[in-house]
């Protein structure tokens, strides 16, 4: 793609890749206002590697939001042949599709009855994951930066956080899944921490529960302790106190 340049989902955000720099494993682009910058070659592989596994990725959930101009990223992959792209819940998909349906250096929207399969697949996996995801929780990290904080805990595991919905996202390895959750949607009394979770059959008139994707969670405090409880109950029942 060196030499190209390629338009933008986002109408007004062009870029043009100049060069490829193998050496420090960087892409070499100037943007659509003339200003160059450069994106890691580890960016796009991480990319890619979602790409892989999912049936369809939003770039930022992807990346955790990180970095500056991260549609530029976006716009190198939807510009690949094999590259389409739609929308899904108001935001930004890519999708990795067989064959070359067009031109590198193109975009293509997909087509509205494909996107509309994929979309109602993505709403099965997207709930089957979130339940699944939440009702293994060992601990709920709560903070207000959490796009800092998961990329934090990104270099230090070695893993990779996932998105399971806005202000949601998950790391988990052999032993431990854990949740880091902004704190805006947790009731008002939990302060930013890290919190152990267990199933619990009970219910204390003193404790605050609330839901959390589907999830019911009660917040206790106990002889200066602070932990969650996980219930399995339907969140419809749940009154809300303080969210």
């Known amino acids: 793609m060196a030499g190209l340049d390629i338009q933008s989902i986002t109408p007004g955000s062009s870029i043009s890749i100049v060069s490829i720099d193998y050496d420090n494993k960087r892409i070499i682009l100037t943007s659509s206002s003339g200003k160059f910058r450069s994106r890691p070659f580890s960016e796009l592989e991480k990319l890619w590697v979602a790409l892989s596994n999912s049936q369809a990725i939003h770039v930022d959930s992807v990346l955790l939001g990180s970095g500056s101009s991260r549609n530029q990223p ?11 792209w739609f929308k899904y819940k108001g935001k930004k998909h ?13 975009l293509k929207k997909m087509d509205i009855l494909d996107a509309e399969r994929l979309k109602t697949e993505l709403d099965s996996i997207d ?13 709920i990290v709560v903070c207000s ?7 934090y ?4 595991s070695g893993r990779c ?6 202000g949601l996202y998950q790391i988990a390895n052999d032993n431990t899944n854990m949740l880091i959750v902004n704190k805006v949607l947790v009731p008002i009394v939990v302060q930013e921490g890290v919190y152990s979770v267990f199933d619990s059959k009970l219910e204390h008139s003193d404790s605050i529960p609330f839901a959390l994707y589907n999830a019911v969670f009660t917040f206790h405090q106990e002889e200066g302790l602070k932990f969650f409880t996980r219930h399995h109950t339907n969140t419809s029942s749940i009154r809300y106190l303080e969210v």
Do not use: D
């Not at 890519?94 to 193109?106: A, E």
């Open 127 to 139: 709930n089957q994951e979130q339940a699944r995801s939440i009702n293994n929780t060992t601990a």
């Open 145 to 151: 930066n959490i796009k800092h904080l998961s990329r």
């Open 94 to 106: 890519l999708s990795l599709v067989l064959g070359n349906p067009h031109r590198i250096g193109t």
């Open 74 to 84: 976006e716009t190198i992959l939807a510009n690949l042949p094999y590259i389409e």
């Open 153 to 156: 805990f990104e270099a230090l």
């Open 161 to 166: 956080c996932i998105a399971l919905g806005e």
